[in-house]
């Protein structure tokens, strides 16, 4: 079955300082794709970044970066020179391309908050 | 050009009742799907759908049905409505059926049981 995990229910950063946030997944499927999205309080889901399974080098998207260690089956997101407008909840999200159907399967989340 | 948009945006219903949440996807999209957002949780996948025919179906009851319309629009309805029913029910567009890609999400009905 396939799983995601995000084990910290909140995290604090001070404004322009780098931030990860923690994600372990579990699948037996050899394909698969790890997503990451931002939901504000409004309930949007922004797409952030993607990481693929055969993608040799860690996934980049401006200030977001994908620290992918496949062995630890581990998908931390890193935010780097972080914003007040960061503040939000942070998902973790993986997807099996089994059957055509497009199911994304979602951690708890981390809510992160930047201070001032 | 605008994105998935939903309605109703917010909603009361009491125990019992029945209710129809409508999705439209991005212009050009032809995959949607739903996912229900309980609080505190992330969201679980109810429903996909590709060109008017279910694609895939999350583990939720035969209360929970959904269709799409020949305009790829989208109606997910809930019948016998439950307290644990209470969640924010996003619906989420795609172009089609690309292995990988991003989900293009809206920002969801909330649906208060009573």
């Known amino acids: 079955a396939q799983k995601i995990t995000q084990t910290q229910p909140g995290m604090f950063v001070q404004e322009k300082e780098a931030v990860t946030l923690d994600c372990t997944y579990d699948?037996?499927?050899?394909?698969?794709?790890l997503f990451w999205y931002k939901q504000p309080s409004s309930g949007e889901m922004i797409f952030l970044i993607y990481q693929g399974s055969y993608d040799q080098q860690n996934a980049t998207e401006g200030r977001y970066s994908l620290n992918f260690q496949k062995a630890r089956k581990s998908a931390n997101l890193v935010i780097s020179a972080s914003q007040l407008g960061d503040s939000a909840m942070y998902f973790c999200?993986?997807?099996?391309?089994?059957?055509?159907?497009?199911?994304?399967?979602f951690g708890k989340g981390t809510k992160l908050t930047v201070n001032p | 050009d605008a994105g998935v948009t939903q309605s109703p945006t917010h909603l009361i219903k009491t125990r019992g009742q029945h209710v129809t949440l409508r999705c439209s996807p991005i212009?050009?999209?032809?995959?949607v799907s739903w996912y229900q957002q309980v609080l505190g949780q992330g969201p679980q996948f109810i429903f996909q759908y590709y060109e008017k025919e279910e694609r895939g179906r999350g583990n939720f009851p035969d209360r929970f049905s959904a269709r799409q319309f020949p305009n790829y629009s989208s109606e997910l309805n809930v019948n016998a409505l439950l307290l644990g029913d209470s969640a924010l029910y996003l619906c989420?567009?795609?172009?089609?059926?690309?292995?990988?890609?991003?989900?293009?999400f809206g920002e969801g009905s909330r649906l208060t049981v009573l």
């Open positions: 699948t037996s499927d050899p394909s698969y794709g």
């Open positions: 999200a993986m997807r099996n391309p089994q059957g055509g159907s497009e199911k994304l399967v």
């Open positions: 212009s050009g999209h032809k995959s």
């Open positions: 989420a567009s795609r172009p089609g059926l690309e292995v990988w890609g991003e989900l293009f």
